[in-house]
């Protein structure tokens, strides 16, 4: 691949998924970068890009559901991978790949696969958001439903945790961002602009902003203070499907349906450099720990890590 002015070339490609990839995470000590893989959640070698582990889905019944979306403990010992099974959440010891819980909820109204998964900054809690607009916290401990956090909408498509872990953010397809208190399970906050569905949203290292993606095309970022909007970052031309933080926060990433990675100036909202290299929809980017490799993740099959320091 020629590398132009506005591209970089990946210093590994990991090929060799039969489905496209919905989601990459790094691993807390940066070693490790994980992604769904068909049924399955694979951890491959940052250096080499050689597979290191893979976690299979067991749900009993039926265990080849795809993994949808996938996160780290704070701590690096649990993996936890929302599946394309009724409200269901299974958790994985990272060490021995055995998996060691499985979060179900069996409402008649939970009918639909989790799109999204998220850890508090403890480590304590678990969030999940689903196709059907169910909003869950989960005690990672025991596998409890802690709260059920009730949105007027179908399908929440994104989850974080502040850095403090006193909030969630929650995308739908409302259009709208909600804010949680997570000590009442009450909203406190919309945070309304964008006009069509919210794929993503992520909070900055300080928890000072919010970034949020949509079929928009846009790019939104979000005074948690104040709850209002501060910048639009506007320039692809196709749904932004994820959004992701710089250790630093200094740097927000995007991935989109226009195939293409952007990197975004948080401080002034400039458009630092467009990434290209993949050949279909980019559904998940994702930054190391130490802010100088990116990961993304697209369903043409492949995960690409960027060198961008």
């Not at 995470?25 to 070698?45: E, H, M, Q, V, Y």
């Not at 006193?166 to 961002?177: E, R």
């Not at 226009?258 to 929809?281: C, F, M, Q, S, Y």
């Amino acid at each position: 691949m020629k590398t132009a002015a506005n591209e970089r070339t990946p210093y590994i490609t990991i090929e060799g998924h039969k489905e496209g990839v919905y989601s990459v995470a790094f691993s807390p000590d940066g070693k490790t970068l994980a992604s769904d893989k068909d049924n399955t959640i694979r951890f491959w070698d940052i250096i080499t890009g050689q597979e290191k582990k893979m976690f299979w889905v067991d749900i009993g019944e039926n265990h080849t559901r795809t993994v949808r979306s996938i996160a780290f403990s704070p701590d690096g010992q649990i993996i936890a991978g929302g599946v394309d099974e009724s409200e269901t959440i299974c958790l994985w010891d990272t060490e021995t790949e055995k998996q060691i819980k499985t979060l179900r909820e069996r409402r008649s109204k939970a009918l639909h696969w989790v799109n999204t998964v998220a850890f508090s900054a403890d480590g304590k809690v678990l969030a999940s958001g689903s196709e059907d607009g169910n909003l869950y916290l989960w005690n990672v401990a025991t596998g409890e439903k802690l709260k059920v956090l009730t949105e007027d909408t179908e399908n929440i498509f994104s989850v974080a945790f502040s850095p403090d872990g006193k909030t969630l953010a929650s995308g739908n397809a409302g259009n709208t961002i909600c804010l949680w208190d997570i000590a009442t399970g009450e909203s406190y906050a919309t945070l309304e602009g964008h006009t069509n569905w919210i794929f993503s949203v992520a909070f900055s290292p300080d928890g000072t902003k919010l970034a949020s993606s949509s079929w928009d095309k846009t790019v939104r970022l979000w005074n948690t203070v104040t709850e209002k909007e501060l910048k639009i970052l506007a320039g692809h031309t196709n749904t932004v499907w994820s959004v992701t933080f710089s250790t630093d926060g200094k740097t927000l990433a995007s991935g989109s349906a226009d195939k293409t990675i952007r990197l975004w100036d948080v401080n002034t909202a400039e458009h630092l450099k467009t990434i290209t290299g993949h050949t279909a929809p980019v559904k998940s980017v994702a930054f190391s720990p130490d802010g100088a490799k990116l990961a993304s993740g697209s369903e043409d099959g492949t995960v690409r890590l960027w060198e961008i320091t």
